[in-house]
């Protein structure tokens, strides 16, 4: 940018403006001069009142006076000649600012030629002493201050004084700077107020005289030199993006998101500045630092002037690098250059994402990485801002050789090397601004130092990092990859590669990075990062160059290495920034897919990921992985049998027969995909990524179900291209030698990740085998480690209703195996202490339920097993009465033994939806319309349309309403088809909330199976009369017993006379005459007993008259009482009102007859049972902006893309709106049932085309 113009720096060398006449006299007579001299200055500085005069009166004087100052700043600090000599000249420099009377006249008539005199005197001070203190320490601070004033206050400074301003920072700054650092030393004191003061006075001569271009030379190469002291990159920072926050403000207007600063920081920039002049700056700033990179090599840093000064002992022996602390920091000034780079990418892209804490989010070696030292502000980079772009991205760094990578916040997981591992960040992911530049343009300008910076310390094998044409070669190498890049362009970047330094990958005689191990992997995972954001942020149809991408690949296929060139905060950083990464479209991108599947094997199914605690937050790591792992697993399924470029084969292994760095085709990575999963699904203990994981692994089935399905009509059809013939379990590249049984005998929290990936791989990858393996692993922990978690419990649940749609072929205990878990997951729910009972308990309960009612939708066969029909029943008995009425510790309770309670009315709300379920569903889903309408097509027209009695109208019907919110509709005749007319018939139509439903029911007492059997009731008639009824035998009967007569009378016995002792003659002849009488009747009563006895035995046996016979069937019913007697709804308590209540009877019977009540019934009809939204879908080209031009596009399919087509096929599928039954856009015609005659039913319909206006997409899920 200078090559052009003359540096300064000789100018300075030579420059004699800081001595003095009493330097060419001796020691003491100079100091006894400066003594007596300046004493009584500075005591008059010190007691002078308001309008006391100075000393010195003309110019002469003055000028005599300040060489004997001049002479006094380099005088030892024991005494006080040296801070008079500072308080005279810091006073006088103020007369550009605001003349006092201290001030002699002659500095106050020409300040500007004075302060360039006195500013050269005061570099002696900042000469270091031999043995300093903490008095020059603060000298040097009083002048900085007085400095800073100056520049902030003055008005009236000329252009020459500006200049000798700036040559005076830059001089005292190389003086104090250059040199190694000293341990406690005043430059280690001074470093950040000296960078601080020179930087925020160079701002203010930005606004008021912008430097001449050999100052900005001069600045760059000195600065160059200060390197090793943390404050200046921390300074540079700080600057850097203040002025980023300014450019941007005005570049992308108010719209784009604000690169958000501290105030402090902000304040650096003068309110003055125009927009040019922070333009301007900017770019000089940013370059002002030279190349980062060079941070990272020691050699660079120590081969400057007052280095070299230093290597040469008192023997001229070369000391040792290592002997200079100052370089031990250089790894940390390294990461925070980077750091600084990485917020400036951050910026520009957009990205925005405040933080709570300094502390930078890279993955950095939080025990190995050295803290700074003397630094008390926050640097900016550490802070949080809102990434911004450049309109000036055009401009390309065409000296920088080096690549830096700065980490943008776009993984909002990664963790500070300051802050805990174990805090997880809930942040979702910043976007980057729909604004921001084009990538190419943001690494025109960052990326040489980026890329740079990504490959420091890079060591390849068979001493790749040695050969300069190694990284031109592998750039050819992907630039080749499937003929997508142009011939001029690898040309192009050919020659660019070969102007590559190889500085940072090779091996300086000088030093070896052996000496500060893995101290740099913190900037160079910083830079790897921020590419990988950068790269992520492309927008849809952006070109990059071929040159950049090739980089890009290398640097990933570099940084993912597991091997022996392993560096986990390196792979750290690639992991946490490339979520996005494959659905970029980037050209080629596909290349690194085995590579990152091989970075995910190594992290997903470790539990522990101890190799990387120390760098980044572990759940922060899986979490970004399994994103990646997200976008990686339609790969296979989308290219099948197409192999993967593979570069450099073999160049990252020593084994010639290792697997990774061959071609493999796409197919055969799925286990390896699926062992991914499935070993993190083992492993991982985050709620956030279980879930994930969850949803991953029910994606992954049911991709695998639809393509065999595919496949399978493909095999039918007589296709030939059947991808799934030939892949096997053997393709993968995973060994299966370990043998044995297919389950793990050893718990899974005692088993390395090797070893389940090792049973894994075991397991087909077809779509059976997944979904029983999903099965298994999803029942076992929804049972153990995932019932007292509800996000977990409830994503599991979702899955296991996922896998139950699945249409694949599974074994009926599988399937039991998944109704069984669910079931005693509720079981365990239920159990809980009360304490323990909540919202989001019953929560989980219910969501069970639902997902029970799923799995019996859709299998149901599975109640045909009476295990699996008892436990259901037992469960959904549990979820309404809570409790079973069976259980091993107690005896069968009864329904009405039971008091009711339910865990919650949610809970029994979901249990009942179970049993009906159960009761109403089962065989009869899914519905003749489909998921078009959930409810029964029939109503009251339809029965009477298609039923074959002619008497049956609509009036036939009987209305009762229960609970004042079902309508019952009840047709007491048979419809006169396959229906037993003999049995008691009803058919019903249930209005309720959920919607319409249509029952047809007999009352039979039989089993229907046994009716074939049974033959017509004929009763068993009576057996013959046995008339033998054997012996007869003739027994007198006594009043009395016959012990009465052997007991002896009594006198009392005697008193009472006989009969024949009181009888005279007329009772004598009564007693004769009552005598006759019984005789007579004892005659007539036998004769009466004997006739009747022949009678009996004349008439025939059984008496026809007498005889009992059973009634014929009854052939008319009352089928709708009937039906509400035998369900409890008609009863004298039902039918009663409730006491002290408002609400009518359960029960009541409504009349038909009124008028308008058919049409308030068809108005009902015409309420959607579901809720329902309409979506208006149209296609827009580019460029088209009008209402007309957009609806236009729909007039035909021809004219719209047949993406869009098949974009609106995955939403739905269309219909014809006149015979539609479900929602088509209008209430006038929808839900509509009975809208086509029979004639028009029995035309042949066409297809519905595209085209045609009554036409709909609609889309529902099936709900159960």
């Known amino acids: ?622 979490r970004a992985s399994i994103n990646i792992l997200l976008s990686l697993l339609p790969l296979p399924h989308h290219f099948g049998t197409i192999k993967s470029e593979v570069v450099l084969e073999g160049k990252f292994s020593n084994d010639d027969s290792s697997t990774y760095d061959k071609p493999v085709t796409f197919l055969s990575l ?97 779509a059976a085998g997944l979904l029983i393996r999903s099965i298994h692993l999803v029942t076992q922990r929804l049972n153990s480690q995932w019932r007292q978690d509800m996000s977990i419990s409830l994503a599991a649940l979702e899955l296991l209703s996922g896998l139950a749609k699945v249409k694949v072929a599974v074994d009926s205990s599988d399937r039991k195996r998944a109704i069984s878990s669910v079931c005693s997951y509720i079981v365990y729910q239920c159990s809980r202490p009360a304490p323990l009972h909540s919202r989001d308990l019953h929560s989980m309960i219910v969501a069970a339920f639902q997902c029970l009612c799923v799995w019996l939708t859709e299998h149901p066969d599975m109640l045909d097993e009476k295990d699996c029909l008892k436990e259901v029943l037992e469960i959904v008995e549990l979820g309404i009465s809570g409790s079973k009425s069976k259980s091993s510790e107690q005896e069968v309770k009864y329904k009405g033994d039971k008091e009711p309670n339910p865990a919650s009315m949610r809970v029994k709300d979901a249990a009942e939806a179970t049993l009906t379920c159960i009761m109403q569903l089962l065989g009869a889903f899914p519905s003749p319309s489909g998921p078009a309408s959930p409810c029964s097509l029939v109503n009251e027209t339809t029965l009477i349309k298609y039923s074959r009695l002619p008497t049956i109208n609509k009036h036939s019907f009987r209305y009762f309403v229960l609970d004042n919110s079902v309508i019952l509709a009840m047709l007491e005749q048979p419809l006169g088809n396959e229906q037993n007319d003999s049995f008691p018939s009803v058919t019903i139509l249930i209005r309720g909330t959920s919607g319409r439903f249509a029952w047809a029911q007999q009352l039979c007492l039989l089993p229907r199976g046994a009716k074939a059997n049974q033959k017509t009731f004929i009763p068993e008639p009576r057996p013959a009369p046995k008339n033998d009824v054997g012996l007869k035998y003739s027994v007198k009967h006594r009043p009395f017993p016959e012990e009465v007569d052997k007991i002896p009378f009594v006198k009392a016995d005697l008193s009472i006379p006989d009969l024949h002792e009181i009888v005279n003659e007329e009772l004598e002849e009564r007693h004769e005459k009552l005598r006759n009488g019984m005789a007579q009747q004892i005659v007539f009563e036998t004769s009466i007993d004997q006739q009747s006895e022949e009678e009996w035995r004349k008439k025939s046996f059984p008496d026809p008259i007498t005889e009992c016979k059973p009634p014929p069937p009854a052939q008319e019913f009352q089928t709708a009482r009937l039906f509400l007697s035998h369900f409890g709804f008609l009863s004298l308590e039902a039918l009663k009102e409730p006491a002290n209540s408002r609400l009518p009877p359960h029960l009541i019977a409504l009349d038909s007859a009124l008028p308008g009540f058919f049409d308030d019934l068809g108005y009902l009809d015409l309420l959607p049972c579901r809720p329902f939204d309409t979506v208006f879908i149209f296609y827009m080209k580019a460029g088209q902006k009008t209402s007309q031009e957009i609806l236009k596009n729909m007039e035909s399919s021809r004219i719209v893309q047949p993406h869009f087509l098949e974009f609106l096929l995955s939403l739905g599928w269309s219909v014809d709106v006149g015979k539609h039954p479900g929602w088509t856009g209008h209430v006038s015609t929808s839900w509509s049932i009975n809208s086509c005659s029979d004639e028009e039913g029995s035309e042949q319909e066409p297809q519905p085309s595209h085209e045609a206006h009554t036409n709909t997409s609609y889309r529902l899920d099936q709900l159960v």
């Open 670 to 766: 799925k286990l390896r995909l699926v062992n991914i999963l499935i070993g993190a699904l083992q492993t991982e203990t985050d709620p956030n990524n279980t879930q994930m994981i969850l949803g991953a692994m029910l994606n992954i089935v049911q991709d695998s179900a639809l393509l065999e399905a595919i496949g399978c009509q493909m095999e039918t059809n007589g296709g030939e291209n059947n991808l799934f013939k030939s892949h096997s379990r053997t393709n993968s590249g995973i060994s299966t030698a370990s043998g044995g049984s297919t389950e793990p005998t050893t718990p899974d929290s005692e088993r390395p990740a090797q070893a389940l990936l090792r049973d894994y791989a075991l397991n087909t990858d077809t």
């Open 1 to 622: 940018m200078y090559s052009e113009w003359r540096s300064l720096h000789l100018v300075i060398q030579n420059d004699q403006g800081n001595t003095s006449v009493l330097h060419s006299y001796p020691e003491n007579v100079g100091r006894e001069v400066a003594n007596a001299v300046v004493r009584p200055l500075g005591q008059a500085l010190i007691t002078s009142s308001v309008g006391s005069e100075s000393l010195l009166k003309t110019d002469k004087e003055v000028k005599w006076t300040m060489e004997v100052v001049c002479y006094g700043l380099t005088l030892p600090l024991d005494g006080d000649t040296v801070k008079y000599c500072v308080d005279v000249y810091t006073d006088w420099i103020m007369a550009l600012v605001l003349p006092k009377d201290s001030i002699p006249l002659p500095v106050i008539k020409e300040p500007n030629l004075y302060v360039q005199n006195i500013l050269k005197h005061l570099q002696n001070l900042f000469v270091p002493r031999p043995d300093p203190g903490s008095s020059q320490i603060r000298l040097c601070l009083q002048v900085l201050k007085a400095v800073q004033k100056l520049a902030r206050e003055s008005t009236i400074m000329a252009r020459e004084t500006w200049e000798v301003l700036l040559l005076f920072l830059l001089q005292i700054n190389d003086t104090l700077l250059a040199a190694p650092t000293v341990q406690g030393g005043i430059a280690e004191n001074l470093a950040e107020k000296l960078i601080g003061v020179l930087f925020e006075v160079w701002l203010l001569a930005c606004t008021r005289c912008f430097p001449t271009p050999p100052y900005w030379k001069t600045a760059k190469e000195m600065v160059a030199n200060w390197r090793h002291h943390p404050a200046v990159v921390e300074q540079w920072s700080k600057v850097i993006c203040a002025l980023t926050s300014r450019l941007l403000r005005f570049t992308y207007g108010p719209s784009f998101p604000p690169f958000k600063i501290p105030d402090e920081d902000a304040g650096l920039i003068p309110p003055e500045m125009d927009n040019e002049c922070v333009a301007q700056t900017w770019f000089r700033f940013l370059h002002m630092l030279s190349n980062p990179v060079d941070l990272s090599n020691p050699a660079i840093i120590s081969s400057t002037p007052k280095f070299q000064e230093q290597f040469l002992n008192v023997s001229g022996m070369t000391q040792e690098l290592n002997q200079y602390p100052c370089l031990k920091h250089l790894p940390q000034i390294f990461f925070r250059a980077m750091r600084g780079i990485s917020c400036l990418v951050d910026a520009f892209l957009g990205i925005s994402r405040p933080r709570s804490d300094s502390a930078p989010p890279t993955p950095v070696n939080r025990l190995s990485m050295p803290q700074s030292t003397a630094i008390n502000t926050t640097p900016p980079h550490n802070r949080r801002h809102r990434a911004v772009t450049v309109n000036k991205a055009t401009m390309k760094t065409s000296t920088v050789t080096t690549a830096h990578t700065s980490k943008v916040q776009h993984q909002p997981s990664s963790t500070s090397p300051l802050s805990s591992p174990n805090q997880t960040s809930s942040e979702p992911r910043p976007l980057p601004a729909p604004r921001r530049p084009k990538v190419n343009s943001i690494l025109n300008l960052f990326g040489s130092w980026l890329f740079d910076a990504a490959f420091v310390h890079c060591k390849l094998h068979n001493g790749i990092n040695r050969d300069s044409s190694m990284t031109a070669s592998f750039i050819q190498i992907l630039l080749s990859y499937k003929s997508s890049i142009a011939t001029q362009a690898s040309v192009e970047f050919r020659r660019k590669g070969s102007q590559m330094s190889t500085d940072t990958m090779a091996s300086n005689p000088m030093f070896d990075a052996s000496e500060f191990p893995d101290n740099y992997e913190a900037g160079r995972a910083e830079a790897c990062g921020t590419l990988c954001r950068i790269f992520c942020s492309k927008k849809t149809g952006e070109e990059i160059l071929p040159a950049y991408l090739s980089r890009f690949y290398m640097l990933l296929i570099q940084g993912l290495q597991i091997a022996d060139f392993v560096c986990h905060p390196v792979l750290a950083s690639v992991i946490l920034n490339s979520p996005p990464l494959f659905c970029c479209d980037l050209k080629g991108i596909d290349v690194v897919v085995p590579y990152f599947i091989s970075a995910l094997e190594t992290i997903l199914p470790d539990r522990e990921l101890s190799k990387f605690k120390i760098y980044v937050n572990p759940t922060e790591l899986r």
